[in-house]
């Protein structure tokens, strides 16, 4: 064999062998991510999958799917498929739903108890998650003033999610973040649906 192919036999194995590790490391991953979707689909209660190769969220019980939402755009930062489940620990709004305020000395039986519909929910919101992960939904805008607001999240978002990070690198914690752009409706349904404790899978890229 000429000393010419030897290089480049030698390239070939040089940029494969990173392109084979890759691979592998998602298969992992994914074999990760089925079976904690597996053990949860195995006991009662609803679950959510983030489905980032299939483009969807997809909101689950025993293994069903109950309601599946299209994801418009994605971002990803950080390596977010390692942890399987997750737990949801927090949600968090700009503007949250309205609570029943009692005025002092008012009986509670005696206030009014508005009722909450999904429309009353936020459309752009955090979700945070066991482990560090941070999900960012943010809704598309349908007008102007949606547009401003989204917007206004968008680059408020960009300018601290960088700080975020170094925050994350200067305490030794790995910096995850998965921002996520759904339809003004399906971004309120998944708010309604998901209450703190709601377990969760993902299938990272």
Not at 2 to 12: D, I, M, N, Q
Not at 77 to 92: A, T
Not at 159 to 166: G, N, Q, V, W, Y
Request: glycine letters at 6%; proline letters at 5%.
């Amino acid at each position: 064999m000429s000393t010419l192919h030897l290089v480049v036999l030698a390239c070939f194995l040089n940029a494969a062998a990173p392109l084979t590790a890759d691979t592998g490391n998602q298969s992992s991953l994914r074999k990760t991510a089925l079976e904690s979707e597996l053990r949860l689909a195995r006991k009662p209660g609803v679950y959510f999958v983030i489905d980032l190769n299939q483009a969807q969220v997809v909101v689950k019980a025993r293994g069903m799917s109950l309601k599946a939402l299209s994801i418009i755009r994605k971002s990803v930062w950080g390596s977010v498929g390692g942890q399987q489940p997750r737990r949801l620990e927090s949600k968090s709004a700009l503007s949250e739903p309205d609570r029943l305020r009692l005025k002092p000395g008012q009986r509670e039986e005696k206030a009014p108890v508005p009722a909450l519909e999904v429309s009353d929910m936020p459309s752009r919101y955090l979700l945070h998650l066991s482990g560090g992960l941070t999900v960012g939904i943010n809704s598309e805008p349908a007008g102007i003033v949606d547009r401003l607001a989204s917007g206004a999240y968008s680059s408020f978002w960009a300018t601290a999610r960088p700080i975020l990070s170094l925050r994350s690198v200067a305490r030794g914690i790995p910096f995850e973040w998965i921002e996520l752009s759904l339809s003004r409706s399906d971004a309120q349904a998944l708010y309604w649906v998901l209450s703190e404790g709601t377990q969760s899978v993902i299938y990272a890229l």
